[in-house]
DNA sequence: GAGCATATACTCGTGGCCGGATATACGGGA
DNA sequence: TCCCGTATATCCGGCCACGAGTATATGCTC
């Protein structure tokens, strides 16, 4: 039966899986020391109910029932052919075909016509000091991860966000300064749907 | 009770009632025709959901049972003030602050290590030829809008997205000769581990 | 050595999203 | 006039995501 590749936080699993047998707990605490949460959704329920959709599918595989001292039973699974194949081909997709998505503000920005100019051009200004601060972030991290040996391949996906808040911070100034001087195309529509 | 702001959907909604009540498929049929859903993800059964919620916390009211010929019966909504009221904060918040979401494609480039650097090359060459496609797509599209005599803020959120696709566009281009000319720093540890 | 916070490990119930099924009406061609 | 494709309008069942809850073990502090 054919896997339906929903949750990215599959492809982790069968990632991790791919370098040694884990139980699913480990799984999530190695994302949380890779900082992987922060690229990937985690959290316990969605874990484990992914682990059991990949076991079903045959892409992994329940190894054994480890126990070490009075701990809790821990189940272990390991990564199957097909899985590595699975893997591979998953993120083969991931990168070579951009998926259909919708980022909220998208939503948000569509409908800033219901909302009086004034109040968005401060709403806007707030984003973007907001995306600003995000940058900075970002640019010690990476700064403090290049210190510690770690080559840019390594933290790619950081350097991909990082342009791309870039490029929105810029969207957001030039936006924000026509609605102030009222050269964006529709201004004097906007304006008089206000009063 | 306090509303979820789950699903967009529900925004679109709102924003749709405060023009004049409706009934549900006619809120479909209105976001096909005005294409919003390319910007809020749009299917029946949620449509449907997002509603019963909605009117579930009084965001919005069902007023009538209409009924044209022998077309089935027709329930249709109208915003209340509180739902007037979620609507212009639930707008504001989507465009101040940015929200935590989890782009596939972040998943997929922090994964790029796994596969071989020629074939990486290849992938990102094809995503970066699908984007310029979807990039033209739109600037097409928004020619036509314009002169229809559209003003730009009628279609910001394409303007917003061909910024940013045009980012992308440049970051992956960019990456890809990096890759090419193995001037990627790792380059060295990325060849050494396909072998 | 008692007590409390933290780490380990998993389970379960709720609720929301989705796609496909259903049923009627209308319009146009043979 | 009959048929078929499309438009109108809604419903339903399954699946999946999520976060809170549970239970034990370990370590640290006083």
């Given at each position: 039966?054919k896997y339906?590749?929903t949750?990215p936080?599959?492809?982790a699993v ?5 370098e040694r047998?884990m ?8 994302m ?5 949460e922060n690229?990937i959704k985690?959290n316990y329920?969605s ?15 329940h190894?054994?029932f ?12 390991a990564?199957t052919?097909e899985g ?6 998953w993120?083969r ?9 919708y980022?909220?503000?998208e939503?948000g920005?569509?409908?800033?016509g219901l909302?009086?100019?004034?109040e ?9 000091a ?5 940058i900075?972030?970002?640019t010690t ?12 391949l390594?933290w790619?996906?950081?350097?991909y966000?990082m342009?791309?808040?870039?490029a929105?911070?810029?969207?957001l100034t030039?936006f924000t300064?026509?609605t ?10 906007w304006?008089e749907?206000?009063?």
């Amino acid at each position: 039966m054919k896997y339906r590749r929903t949750n990215p936080l599959a492809l982790a699993v069968l990632a991790l899986l791919w370098e040694r047998p884990m139980h699913p707990y480990e799984l999530a605490a190695t994302m949380r020391e890779r900082h992987q949460e922060n690229v990937i959704k985690l959290n316990y329920g969605s874990l484990y109910t992914v682990v059991d959709g990949l076991a079903k599918a045959e892409l992994i595989r329940h190894v054994e029932f480890s126990r070490e001292g009075k701990r809790p039973e821990r189940s272990v699974y390991a990564l199957t052919p097909e899985g590595r194949a699975e893997l591979d081909s998953w993120l083969r997709e991931l990168i070579a075909v951009p998926a259909r998505e919708y980022p909220q503000f998208e939503a948000g920005i569509s409908m800033v016509g219901l909302l009086p100019p004034d109040e968005a051009q401060l709403l806007l200004t707030r984003r973007a000091a907001a995306v600003e601060e995000h940058i900075t972030a970002l640019t010690t991290l990476t700064a403090q991860l290049k210190e510690r040996g770690l080559p840019r391949l390594a933290w790619i996906e950081l350097d991909y966000r990082m342009t791309m808040l870039r490029a929105e911070h810029a969207w957001l100034t030039s936006f924000t300064e026509a609605t102030r001087d009222g050269t964006v195309d529709g201004h004097q529509f906007w304006v008089e749907a206000h009063r």
